[in-house]
């Protein structure tokens, strides 16, 4: 999900866009289909309660009040900045497994019209996949 990179950038290397934090990836995924490790659950539950309360029965994220899920993610937050509207994750740090390994591939980007993506990536999907691999790879594994 949205991500800030946090790799210094080499200037030779081809790389994939960054994040403009369009939002879309949490708008589409915040509401029910997203989920959260038990470790995670676990370490919100001791050290970040705030988080933890929007967990019932190890599923993310529902309102603590009713207990129905929520249509949309509580940590998605907009930002306006020179005109234009940014979404950010007040959790970032301690965002679920789900939302630091995306993006995860370019079919899902594609589908999910992930702003990421670049017309040249659709050319070549293994190059772009590399690319993206190397841009996450303080989030997640490589998939290739
Ligand atoms: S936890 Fe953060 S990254 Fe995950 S859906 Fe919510 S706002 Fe997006
Ligand atoms: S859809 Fe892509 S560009 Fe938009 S916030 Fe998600 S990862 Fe970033």
């Excluded at 899920?69 to 940014?86: M, N």
């Excluded at 990536?121 to 594994?141: I, N, T, V, W, Y």
């Amino acid at each position: 999900m949205i991500h800030f990179p946090i790799v210094a950038d080499s200037e030779t290397l081809e790389k994939m866009k960054d994040c403009n934090q369009c939002g879309k990836c949490c708008i589409k995924y915040g509401d029910g289909a997203l989920s959260a490790t038990a470790v995670e659950i676990d370490l919100w539950k001791l050290f970040e309660p705030h988080i933890y309360q929007y967990v019932k029965d190890n599923e993310i994220w529902f309102c603590p009040e009713t207990g129905v899920q929520l249509s949309r993610c509580p940590f998605l937050e907009i930002e306006s900045s020179q005109g234009k509207e940014k979404y950010t994750c007040s959790i970032y740090l301690s965002r679920p497994e789900d939302c630091r390994h995306y993006p995860s591939n370019i079919a899902e980007m594609v589908r999910d019209e992930c702003e990421m993506i670049d017309v040249k990536d659709l050319e070549d999907f293994k190059k772009a996949q590399s690319k993206l691999d190397d841009l996450m790879e303080g989030s997640r594994p490589r998939r290739q």
